[in-house]
Each structure stands twice: as C-alpha cells, then as structure tokens.
C-alpha cells in the first residue's frame, strides 16, 4: 500500500540533537535547538494545580478561560483598547506551532483577497511548512543583511511597499528566530506605517515574550505600537520558551477585531476550525501557565526568573565575543552582541557549520545559528576556540 512513499529528509533543527548524541566527546557542546531549562518557579505552580486536585474533565474548545484571559492580558497589556473593549477573539492552542496552524487555517478560510502571506527571509523553518500546509500561499520578503549580518531595513520597508495591496504579513513580534536581529523601536514605527499604507494584514508569531529584553512589555512593544496605530492584527503565542513548558504545549491564537460582536463571529468559526482538529486543548499546562501568571507571588517570581535568562544570554554573547578578540579573530564578532534573544547568527556558512560538528564537536543548525542558550561559562571558551580554528 505504502510502496509509493518517499523518504521525506528529517527535521534540519531536531536532527542536530541526534547527531549530538551520537558523539562521544565528552567536551562536546549542544547548540542546536532553542530550549532553556534553568526554571524555577514552575514547579511551584505545578505543585499548586496538583494540590488542587482539580478534575480531568474536557476543556471547552477554547481550551482553560482563566489562561485565555491571562495570555491576552501578558501580550496586549492591561491598557489595551482592544483588550478593554472586549474585541479580542482567544483561544488556547497546541503551543506556538498549534496557534500559527489555526492562525493559518483561519486566514485561508476568511481573510478576503489574496491567500499569500510573507514570511521574513530567513525565518523559522517550520513557518513555510505551517502556513503552506494550510493552504496558504507562502512568500518572502527580505529580512537579514548577510553582509552586516544584521537587518536589511530598507530592503524590508521596500518589499512591504511592492507586496499586493491586502497582503499578510507574518512578522515576528522580538528575538527573531534564526537570526537574532531584531528592528529597533523607531524601525517598527516606519514597518508599522509601510503595513498600513499597503492595506496589509500583520500576524505576529510571539514566541519569546520576554526572552529578548527580559522585560515582558517591552518585549510587547512591536504588537502594541500597531494596535495603537489601528492595525487589527492577529497574534501567535508560545509559552514553551519563557516558562519553560516545552512538552506542555501550551500557547494562544488570538485575533483582534473591529467590535465585541465582530469577536463573538470570529469566536464561532475558530471553534468550527478546532473542533475537527482536536475538539479541546490539554488542560495541565495551561492551568501552570494561568497560575503562573494570576498568582501576584508566582507571577513576580516569574517575571525575575524570565529576566534572570534574559540576561544570562546577553552575558554569554559578550563573553563569546570577549574570547573571540583575545584569541585574535580579525573579523568584528559585535553582531554577536548587537543581536538579541535565544539564538545568534554567527555568519558561518555551511562548510564552516560542519568543520565545528566534525572536528571540534560543537553541534548547531547549517545556517551558522548558534542557541546561546547552550553557552555557558564552563564552554564558552573552547567554544571561542573551535570558532576561531574554524573561522581565524
Ligand atoms: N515561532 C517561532 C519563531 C519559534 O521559534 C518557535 C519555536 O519554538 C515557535 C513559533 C513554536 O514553538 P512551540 O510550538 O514549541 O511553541
Ligand atoms: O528553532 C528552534 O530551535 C525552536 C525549537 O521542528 C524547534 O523553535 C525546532 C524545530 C522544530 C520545533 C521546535
């Protein structure tokens, strides 16, 4: 029956732990996908939702209403007009990829016009397969300068005035996966306008809140300027990174619409859309979430906690850079410090990628990513070192 199948390639990210795993140094050093794991206050919360002793019955197809609520109120923040005057449509999602999937089945249904949405090049590599896969057409717009291996602002502002008028544009919201750069606030201002001034429709993928800046709001920063400029945008969140809650798989997918009773439409067919897929969401992780962020104690904790990352990876980026000036590199490592979040863009190329797996034991994406989640000051030494051989 099945001989007609092929054999599809493995997950580019995914793969790099197994090819870790296989390797018997014991210096060996894992810097392929993105997962942080110093947290703390989660088991704290976990404890709380299990004393509780609360029952296994089915969520409603939106999934836990306490977490809904608590996920649009940490991403739109409690002066949002849109929040405040009940227009926001929520609903609980299979973590980040579940929320741009039904994001993604939701546009392709309703959004009037053109079903082509602009991803960013590069972007995260499952955006392209999520978006195709629902029935989306999937273009690009230029995103990364390789050659100051930072933002191509102009490029971008340029292909956003060139796109269709209506188009969607997937933009992500901070802490840019690959590549770590990020527009600054005044560059958003001028994105923001050149998406208004095309007509076009902006989903933000969050799934770092608070992992660039360690400052949730200021995190939020890119998704509230275009609410107040009077963008209706749509909105993918992902709790997997800032809490910790991988496996849980606990996010949202929000839209922002016109009136409480444009919403209440809205509502209706997300439900029509979840219901096939996977009826109700899980509940334990949500209710970790929505404890996490309802409990004054607990949510203190954890906005420290998530500052407390933040600025481990900021250390480690300067200290990578620090170590690749002494050794003497002759190249500048200040992108290295000047981008933001869980990954770098060390601008190695491929050949280079694999010399550091192969020969030094430092395993990480092709594109030359690094997860500075990975660096810790034990390794980042010789991780300088295996650079530099690599790179001079
Ligand atoms: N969007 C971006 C940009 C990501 O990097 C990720 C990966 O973690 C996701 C979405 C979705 O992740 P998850 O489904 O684990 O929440
Ligand atoms: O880019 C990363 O490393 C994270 C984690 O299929 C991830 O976004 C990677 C690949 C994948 C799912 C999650």
Redesign the pocket.
Known sequence: TWSGVPQGPPDAILGITEAFKKDPSGEKINLGV?AYRDDKGKPTAEQQVVQQNMDKEYAGITGVPDFGSAAALLAYGPDSAPLKEGRIAMTQS???????RIGGAFLHRFFPGAKAIYIPTP??A??KAVFSDSGLEVKQYRYYNKDTIGLDFDGMVEDIKKMPKGSMILL?AC????TGVDPTEQQWRSISDAVKEGGHYPFF????QGFASGDTDKDAFALRHFIKEGHQPCL?Q????NMGL?GE???AFSVVTASPEEKARVDSQVKILVRPLYSNPPVHGARIASTILKDPALNKQWLGEVKGMADRIIEMRALLKENLEKLGSKHSWNHITDQIG??AYTGLNAEQMTKLAEEHSVYATKDGRISVAGITSQNVGRLAEAIYKVKG
């Open positions: 993105g299979i973590s980040g990829t579940g929320a741009l972007s995260w499952n955006h992500h802490a840019h996966n690959p993928d969050m799934a770092y993918a992902s709790f997997a990174k991988y798989r606990v996010g869980m990954f």
